[in-house]
Nanobody
């Protein structure tokens, strides 16, 4: 019904940048909330930040000022621009779509930051 596909992960040195994308397909309603989560090895999945369908954004304190979330509603695509990356940003990054009380998850994309 709804599919989310993340892309853009990879390996980068500390201080570098990456841009993740999350493309949503299927039945997408205009009123939804899309967000990024991440999960590091041995840790719980945590919220990175999200965006409403009108572009209001929120961020975890750990990424404020370094990460920027944007979305192209016409393409049902969410982006995560990550700058000044740190080794502690290493994780699998997941995209989530919330609409009509249903959560849909992508398969995740690996981000590795080396020191």
């Amino acid at each position: 019904q709804v599919q989310l596909v993340e892309s853009g992960g990879g390996s980068v040195q500390a201080g570098g940048s990456l841009r993740l994308s999350c493309a949503a397909s299927g039945i997408i309603f205009s009123n939804n909330y899309m967000s990024w989560y991440r999960q590091a090895p041995g840790k719980q999945r945590e919220l990175v930040g999200g965006s409403s369908s009108v572009g209001n954004t929120d961020y975890a304190d750990s990424v404020k000022g370094r990460f920027t979330i944007s979305r192209d509603s016409a393409k049902n695509t969410l982006y995560l621009q990550m700058n000044s990356l740190k080794p502690e940003d290493t994780a699998v990054y997941y995209c989530k779509l919330l609409q009509r009380s249903m959560n849909y998850w992508g398969q995740g994309t690996q981000v590795t930051v080396s020191s």
